[in-house]
């Protein structure tokens, strides 16, 4: 072992003692440690001042009950969380996500994750994320609204415009955020359109900021097929989920001339070997909330598989836009037996490390989330830019940027791979470039 693998470790032993219990944190914090390692080869000053053990330490976390009544008038208590990351770099900015298995180490490896995600954005924004273990799933609309309320009648005096900046995540979409807004004005008695983005287009929200995740992981995915002379145009995909990220990932794709042959969610999977009707699946989904079982009854020459996995469909491109450690080790073999060339990230750390150690080693083109899809939080931070000065953009000028702020992040974490000794690795990209960023504001603002 060098002496830099050895300090890294004492590092990350450090860290597994002093966070028990908490693996996605973990999985999270040993992957840019990996990195970091290339760094410090480098750069040892990046290690001074406690910089390091700085960084894999929130700066606040705060935990809250949410009691709520449901429609039967019986009391429900959920657990609610913000962790405020690191605001070297701005406020701190990152969604909320209501999902049964959130608990404090998913909001964490999240929060992480999003420091150096929003570092790549070029834009002026910390980390953070939050959410609670609420399960919106079946709840009628008083039921998700009552819990809105008392979710943000706890978190509403710890956010704000300089200050924290919340938005969506898995659970939480346009309505949600809708009604936390409400609650939020009402509480502060002002009408601070700053304080969480994923607005709605009639008080604050930007045009494209539904689109932008799934749309910014199609445009980093087309930068990376660029790279080598290839293009989406008669490229088969495969897009897991099928919720805000994967619909408009779908839809990108198939506007550049792709054809998506399966999607999914938590129930099973869906064969499109002729495209996916957008519409059709926007109305299921996002409308009528229900499964994508009912997409197949209502679309001709569609599939629907309730065992197996989406990951034997063949396919050029993988887009994996679920949830956490959704893709394993085997996926990823049958991927590259298949002939797959391009994996992107839409989802949050939706590859296991294993898998990521299988396309590694099959050179296999690998957008990490933390790049591929950064598109969702940096058009969040254009609607707070647009918050601030009062004005709403166009569509295609809001897309103009995010496909500018995609194209800029592909280029720096290949550049930075390239310049690391790691020419075509965008994770070591990736990961050092939004590192440096942070790490040089802090070490400039000091230890605090
Ligand atoms: N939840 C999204 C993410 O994982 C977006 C966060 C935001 O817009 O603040 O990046």
């Not at 605001?87 to 909001?107: C, D, E, Q, T, W």
């Not at 280029?411 to 040089?440: C, R, W």
Request: aromatic content about 10%; proline content about 3%; charged content about 25%.
């Amino acid at each position: 072992m060098s002496a830099i693998d050895q300090e890294v470790a004492g590092y990350y032993d450090k860290l597994l003692k002093r966070n028990a219990g908490e693996p996605e944190f973990h999985q999270a914090v040993a992957e840019v440690l990996e990195s970091l390692k290339i760094v410090l080869e480098k750069d040892p000053h990046y290690a001074d001042y406690g910089l390091i053990e700085r960084l894999c330490e929130p700066e606040r976390q705060i935990i809250f009950r949410v009691p709520w009544m449901d429609d039967n008038n019986e009391v429900r208590v959920n657990r609610g969380f913000r962790v405020q990351f690191n605001s070297a770099l701005g406020p701190y900015k990152g969604g909320l996500r209501f999902h049964p298995s959130v608990n404090l180490g998913v909001i964490k490896f999240l929060g992480f994750e999003q420091i150096f995600k929003n570092s790549l954005t070029g834009l002026p924004i910390g980390g953070g994320k939050g959410g609670s273990d609420f399960d919106p799933k079946g709840r009628s609309e008083g039921e998700v609204m009552r819990f809105c309320q008392s979710f943000m009648t706890e978190l509403w005096r710890h956010i704000g415009e300089y200050r924290d900046v919340p938005a969506g995540d898995i659970g939480v979409g346009g309505r949600e955020v809708g009604f936390l807004f409400g609650q939020y004005r009402r509480l502060a008695n002002q009408h601070e359109s700053g304080v969480l983005t994923g607005k709605g287009l009639e008080w604050g929200g930007s045009l494209a900021r539904t689109e932008a995740t799934g749309f910014g992981c199609v445009y980093f995915t087309e930068e990376m097929m660029k790279a080598n002379g290839e293009s989406l145009d008669g490229a088969k995909v495969i897009v897991s989920g099928s919720g805000n990220v994967a619909t408009y990932a779908i839809q990108k794709a198939q506007e550049l001339g792709a054809t998506v042959v399966g999607f999914s969610d938590s129930s099973g999977w869906v064969e499109t070997p002729n495209g996916v009707d957008v519409e059709l699946l926007r109305d299921v989904k996002e409308k009528r909330r229900e499964r994508v079982s009912t997409y197949v009854e209502e679309a001709q020459g569609t599939t629907f598989h309730s065992d197996g996995s989406i990951w034997d469909l063949k396919a050029d491109v993988a887009l994996p836009c679920a949830t956490q450690n959704e893709l394993e080790a085997e996926h990823a073999r049958t991927l590259v037996d298949n002939g797959v060339r391009y994996v992107a990230e839409g989802a949050n750390m939706p590859s296991t490390p294993e898998a990521v150690e299988i396309f590694r080693s099959n050179k296999i083109n690998f957008g990490p989330g933390k790049a591929a899809n950064a598109g969702g939080v940096a058009t969040s931070a254009l609607e707070m830019q647009q918050n601030a000065s009062r004005d709403s953009w166009t569509f295609d000028y809001t897309d103009q940027r995010l496909h500018g702020i995609m194209s800029n992040i592909f280029k720096l974490s290949a550049e930075t791979a390239a310049e690391y000794g790691h020419e075509g690795d965008y994770i070591v990209g990736a990961n050092i470039a939004g590192f440096k960023k942070v790490a040089d504001a802090m070490l400039a603002q000091g230890v605090i």
